[in-house]
């Protein structure tokens, strides 16, 4: 798997606006994005319910059972139905240090392959295009998603992993905290999430066609259950 060393993704977070320069998306099209229609939520951090401590007994000690290696093929395909996810996965890095957009910005969903790969039991990170070039984008609609909804990886020749949308917020492109977001401190130890981000919000046009920017960025985390 091809991993950036880890004190070099930090020294690269740390320069926080060419971070967020990867994702301005500068030719998407004039029009706003949708608008969302969820409301923020955010269940990473929820305490499991309390339930009764059961009283030790004399069991067999189970003989060990071999961890399995993890799949390590390539991503294929992003499934979303709730909000109109079916796209492929373009593989995607950092370019005069500014992380990348998809080249395909309305066929496919681009996937940090810098960062960790989907199986691998940490998180994986993708981004795709709200709209480009008067076109509808990949993630059109994920300000939409609701708490519970699926998210489905598809591996090349290879398992399929279902996730359970955790969490949305919509931020400021000035201060999302992208480092956090990559890194994901508040994953618990064995739990493997997913994160999409894209474009949304206030649109600012910087051109006389109709393109410009987004100044704000949605952000969706799933947690993988089966």
């Not at 499934?79 to 992380?99: F, M, R, W």
């Not at 993630?139 to 939409?144: E, G, H, V």
């Not at 290879?158 to 400021?172: A, K, L, S």
Request: aromatic share 10%.
């Amino acid at each position: 798997m091809k991993v950036l060393p880890y004190a070099a993704i930090f020294t690269f977070v740390a320069g926080l606006s060419l971070l967020v320069a990867g994702f301005a998306f500068s030719n998407e099209d004039g029009t706003a994005a949708p608008a969302a229609t969820t409301v923020p939520f955010d269940l990473r951090t929820q305490a499991p319910a309390d339930t009764p401590t059961p009283l030790p007994t004399d069991v067999p000690t189970p003989s060990p059972t071999p961890t399995p290696v993890p799949f390590d093929g390539s991503i294929a395909r992003m499934i979303a139905p709730s909000v109109g996810i079916d796209h492929a996965i373009e593989e995607i890095g950092i370019t005069n240090n500014q992380l990348e957009t998809p080249k395909d910005g309305v066929g496919k969903i681009g996937w940090y392959y810098i960062y960790p790969k989907p199986g691998f039991l940490k998180n994986a990170v993708f981004a795709a295009h709200v709209n480009y070039n008067f076109k509808q984008g990949p993630f059109a609609s994920l300000a939409k998603i609701k708490a519970g909804d699926k998210v489905t990886i598809q591996m090349q020749d290879g398992p399929t992993y279902v996730y359970e949308v955790i969490f949305y917020q919509r931020y400021d492109v000035n201060s999302i905290p992208m480092g956090e977001l990559i890194d994901a401190p508040t994953r618990p130890a064995g739990e493997e999430w997913i994160t999409l981000i894209t474009c949304g919000g206030r649109f600012q046009q910087t051109q006389d066609n109709g393109l410009g920017e987004y100044l704000d960025r949605d952000v969706v985390i799933a947690k993988r259950i089966s």
